[in-house]
């Protein structure tokens, strides 16, 4: 297994994709936009990169298996499968709102060994490998050290997906939002992970991710020393699309907040 071959062929894929991505920003019509279902929006352009990215690897790798948000649902694959989101951000995207990003995972044997996230709008490519640590545009990082909730500054996702969980999750978000420096949104799951990963921020929570949200920025914190688990404080967060994390200081704190309201509900 050659790790740093996979990891380039993500990287170049990420980067045809963003590449792409950028290039259409702004040029979407009515017709070029469809609803799954309410508040989840696909364009055009997300099938299209999800094309670019899974044409890309399959010409190296033809045999590997394939979970991604558009198209393709490999769910037995028990070698490599890749785990892709080709556009992570998209009603961001559709209104021109400056921030979205491909987010791509290599799975081997049902365990996550490289995440790459690019932002093609800042160029910023995040990568990180199983024991090998996590980079910037090639440098390593690392998460903040932030002890304190009172000092950190946490992010979130708001669940349109689930809006049955809205009223627990706005009293999760006062219990919080009252401990903590501030809190943001952005609109990007993945961009949040990273974000984590390299200290932008200290936290972040979101309820009823996908795993394409999820899979590249869980193994980059991980491999930038920090924590993610799910609201049950286990390591079933692809499953249950429930997450907390975190540099250790602070996830263990959002973590005993998250579990105060949604005990006994933390499952889709």
Not at 46 to 74: G, L, V, W
Request: charged share 25%; net charge positive.
């Amino acid at each position: 297994m050659k790790i740093n071959d996979f990891l380039n062929t993500a990287i170049e894929s990420a980067i045809l994709a963003g590449d792409f991505v950028k290039s259409k920003l702004g040029t979407l019509s009515v017709s070029d936009i469809g609803q799954k279902q309410a508040s989840d929006f696909v364009t055009k352009v997300d099938t299209e990169s999800e094309k670019i990215i899974i044409n890309a690897i399959r010409k190296k790798y033809p045999s590997h298996a394939f979970y991604t948000e558009e198209s393709i649902k490999d769910r037995n694959s028990n070698l490599y499968r890749w785990i892709i989101d080709p556009l992570d951000g998209t009603t961001n995207y559709i209104h021109r709102y400056p921030v979205f990003s491909i987010s791509i995972a290599l799975e081997y044997k049902r365990e996550i060994i490289i995440g790459v996230i690019y932002d093609p709008l800042r160029e910023e490519l995040f990568t990180g490998i199983k024991n090998k640590g996590s980079f910037l545009n090639g440098k390593p990082i690392k998460v903040s050290k932030t002890q304190n909730l009172k000092y950190s500054l946490i992010t979130t996702g708001f669940p349109f997906r689930h809006k049955q969980f809205i009223n627990d999750y706005l009293r999760l978000f006062r219990n919080i939002f009252v401990k903590v420096s501030d809190l943001r949104r952005a609109g990007s799951a993945a961009i949040d992970l990273a974000y984590v990963a390299c200290g932008r921020c200290d936290g972040f929570f979101e309820i009823g991710l996908s795993p394409w949200d999820i899979a590249a920025g869980a193994l980059i914190i991980k491999e930038a020393a920090g924590l993610i688990t799910g609201f049950d404080g286990k390591n079933d967060f692809l499953f249950s699309g429930n997450i907390v994390a975190g540099n250790p200081y602070v996830q263990r704190q959002l973590l005993r907040e998250i579990r105060k309201i949604f005990a006994g509900i933390i499952n889709k």
